[in-house]
């Protein structure tokens, strides 16, 4: 009998239950441990699946040709040629393999090479289809959007920006809480006052004029109206022409975005300036603190400032990613945009240039800034947390637990109190700097979609989704 492994006969051998076979038991043990098949047959095989043969103990003949000099001399040559043999055969394997793995590194580099060509090509058509959009769309009074590409603002603007960052920055800090305002005792008796009809489904945001008595907004129809709260009824109605996606005040006038990537503003009720140059909706847009410029920012990854003197595009940046809400900060030397990226890019009102990019960890839905100066509230998509950031250390300072996903929220003007709305709740988060303490002074189980701050403080007015108005004060 012979090892059907090594070749020779077994000192303990051992037979397969299923092929037969016999081998060495330390050699088919040690196969089996590996392996767990039979090495002849390939089938599944364990231990207990061998006998163990019985023979008589005798001692194995020396092979006959091993018996003299020249024999051995014979069999080491043998050896030799088998071993160079082996030799060569794994050094054809070896150049063999790493022609494969050449081969293999060179198309992945060629791989490589045509993905990012087609994701630069693919980039070049998205920006040629926005600027032949623009080219089309936009009317005589911004007709030179694409000569402002990535040009900072004109001499008389920037002096408009420094001199207002100037006047609000060195009175900020000495500012006093204005007589009449609400106080933290007025804030935590709020309560529902009353319900105004859905006047407009689709709508995503609610904004205040400077009295705190018209609320602007617009639904997914094309049409926005003005809402007295003191009268309490609709006292204008503006056609827009494609859904409303923002809103904003300039003074008296009322400013409305359109999905169309178009901005409307309106005198009254009449329409006095279009401007249009986003190839796709316009998601957000902002008024600079000196009410010289306005900014809107768009799905189509740019966003733009308008002179509104004269209502002409002055600057058209690109951010590298869809912009899903936008905000000047409160002195208008920064600018805020926030995307779908999980960033929040700062750039110079000024120049357009990129100072900074803060990573948030998921989808910024929304941004506002507190009369501070220095700190701002993230609110994140599909988050029942809001953020506080320290615009000085660029780093979060309080996460906030509102405990239902958050859509919008809004500083009042002393930066005591945050207001925040969602699909679940309308709170109030409330910071008292003597004890440098949050709390929570008013929680109502209001669906909103955005919020804005009445008067004083003294009533909060809460956009539902189903298009309508919510009064709690």
């Not at 990012?116 to 005589?140: F, H, K, M, Q, Y």
């Not at 000495?174 to 933290?184: L, N, S, V, Y």
């Not at 990573?359 to 009369?371: D, K, M, Q, W, Y």
């Not at 945050?418 to 910071?431: D, E, I, N, R, W």
């Amino acid at each position: 009998m012979l090892c059907a492994i090594s070749g020779v006969s077994p000192q303990a051998p051992v037979a397969s239950r299923k092929s037969g076979n016999v081998f060495e038991k330390r050699l088919i043990e040690a196969h089996i441990a590996e392996h767990h098949t039979d090495p002849v047959t390939g089938e599944d095989l364990s231990v207990d699946d061998l006998i163990e043969l019985k023979s008589t103990s005798i001692v194995t003949p020396r092979p006959p040709n091993l018996t003299s000099i020249p024999a051995l001399l014979s069999a080491f040559q043998n050896e030799w040629d088998a071993i160079l043999l082996e030799s060569f055969t794994l050094k054809q394997q070896l150049a063999q393999t790493r022609q494969e793995l050449s081969t293999a590194l060179y198309q992945n580099d060629a791989a490589r090479r045509v993905i990012a060509r087609l994701e630069r090509e693919r980039d070049e058509a998205r920006e040629a289809l926005s600027n032949v959009t623009i080219s089309g769309g936009a009317g005589p009074s911004n007709g030179d959007a694409m000569q402002v590409d990535g040009q900072g603002l004109p001499e008389e603007l920037v002096s408009k920006v420094d001199e207002t960052q100037q006047q609000l920055f060195s009175t900020r800090r000495k500012r006093p809480i204005p007589e009449g305002w609400a106080t933290a005792e007025d804030v935590s008796s709020f309560d529902v006052k009353s319900e105004i009809e859905p006047q407009y489904p689709g709508s995503n945001v609610v904004t205040l004029d400077e009295s705190g008595d018209l609320a602007l907004f617009g639904g997914a129809d094309g049409v926005a109206g003005v809402y007295s709260l003191s009268q309490q009824k609709l006292v204008r109605t503006l056609k827009c022409g494609s859904a409303v996606t923002a809103t904003a005040w300039w003074e008296s006038r009322a400013v409305v975005a359109t999905a169309a990537g178009t901005i409307k503003i309106f005198e009254d009720s009449k329409e006095i300036a279009e401007l249009g140059s986003h190839a796709g909706p316009v998601t957000s847009i902002a008024l600079h603190p000196s009410g010289s410029i306005l900014a809107s920012a768009g799905s189509d990854k740019y966003f733009m400032f308008y002179d509104l003197t004269n209502f002409n595009v002055v600057s058209r940046v690109y951010t590298e990613a869809a912009i899903t809400c936008c905000a000047f900060h409160v002195d208008g030397l920064l600018f805020f945009t926030g995307g779908p990226d999980q960033q929040i890019r700062i750039f110079d009102v000024k120049n357009g240039t990129n100072m900074a990019t803060l990573e948030t960890g998921a989808p910024v839905r929304s941004i506002s800034f507190s009369e501070n100066g220095t700190w701002f509230a993230v609110a994140q998509t599909g988050s029942s947390t809001l953020s506080v950031w320290d615009l000085r250390k660029q780093a979060v300072l309080k996460v906030l637990d509102v405990g239902s996903p958050v859509d919008s929220m809004r500083w009042d003007y002393t930066g005591q109190f945050l207001a925040t709305a969602g699909s679940g709740c309308v709170t109030v988060q409330q910071y008292t700097k003597s004890s440098k303490s949050w709390s929570e002074p008013v929680r109502k189980a209001v669906s909103a979609r955005d919020v804005a701050w009445g008067a004083n403080a003294s009533s909060l007015v809460v956009l539902t989704p189903e298009g309508g108005l919510t009064i709690v004060g």
